[in-house]
């Protein structure tokens, strides 16, 4: 991944630690992909009635990992507000989503390991927020 | 806008005020067309050095504001607290992506016009928080 | 909508028909909305399982919507290369979606409001597209 | 990154090359968020209003890479067309972008990174084009 290679050369200062901020794009982009993925391949299971609230947690994770990624992803004008805001509904989204996803983990492989990055999702994001206070 | 039609013909039930629901989807997807063609519009402009910090505030919020809509179109599963959050981060971009463009608006229209947008979307997520609690 | 004042208060000059670019990202945008909500309401349904490929073209049409919207709302730097595959894929993704929801709009009234808007839809990028030729 | 996981617990049929989808999925990621920050970074760059068509195609390809991955990341319900126009979109905003980038690589090192993440991407969608002919 060429996230901290773009850190890198960005040509001005940034008020955050580039290596959480790096580590926490990552992690939020992967939890983005598997959350479609699951919503997906929840779709095709034969007890898809009982996955509609796992398949609906898995669209608003997927959506609002994107947009704090891209939030993460920019530097200039930094507003510390808007970046907590949303780093904390993005921990909010994805704790739930981990949640739900645990329960159905014993019957679809897809949901334990979408509820493994989930996880790791929420812990970045909190760790992040942790950082800037 | 189909935006009424589509919450009218949800076949479940809804534990919010759908009018205010409704009417808040619609300035989101105002908002953050509006973002976006100001960050277009800023790119043109020969003070485009001046506007970095504008253009920045308008992406986030058109991505904010396109996620959160995105929240409030889905009803099955229900999670006030994810809806909540994101509302919460949708307002604080709204109301500093207004303030920002408001810097401009006496030079530029398009700043004039997207400052007007994000204060009513800023208020109406703000209403929407309070009919929730 | 702010659509249109947003595009007259663009600074230069606009290389398509600027009546034609609203009405066409004003539908885009309500269709987004339209796929996004029928595809949570097919979620809420008891024959689910017989919706999950209205369900799937439903997503991805939300998702090709907005982000043609978005390239249809940039002006500056303007390629009519990206802008024309864009608008293929969308005409592509609503027709498909159009004619899926069709196949339900007998039994769901959000499915026969999704199918009408997406067909507006479709017929409006290929209205785009023939005025770009 | 978990792409190849989520694809190995998908419950049913897919009818495309796994091992394909799984690295383009991976590229398309890497490229939205490159192109993310490329953005990002032209704006703090002195010459700013140099890198304003530069800045407009990293958005749209930012956009188009985003909703191409997510509709590589679905297989219930697959529907050829779609996936195929969607790909060819992303291909011309990909090269597009790499040929713009490539113009400011000798003075902008987030220019030049961001220009072979792109070339790797047109790349990667074309060689998926290929396979599903």
Redesign the interface.
Known sequence: ???T???E????TINMDRKAIADT?EIL??CS??C??????C????D??DL??????D??C???C??T???L?????Y?A??TR??L??CA??CS?CAT?CERHAGH???C???A??CRRCAEACRGLLAKMS
């Open positions: 991944m060429s996230v290679r773009m850190l050369t960005y040509p001005a794009v982009l992967e992909q598997a479609t993925a699951c919503a997906d391949a779709l095709s299971e034969q898809v009635a509609a609230k796992c398949i609906r947690t669209l608003d997927a959506d609002i994107d947009t990624a891209r939030v992803s920019r530097h200039t004008g507003d507000n808007i805001a949303q904390q509904a909010q989204a739930a739900e679809h492989e897809h334990r390991a979408c493994e990055v």
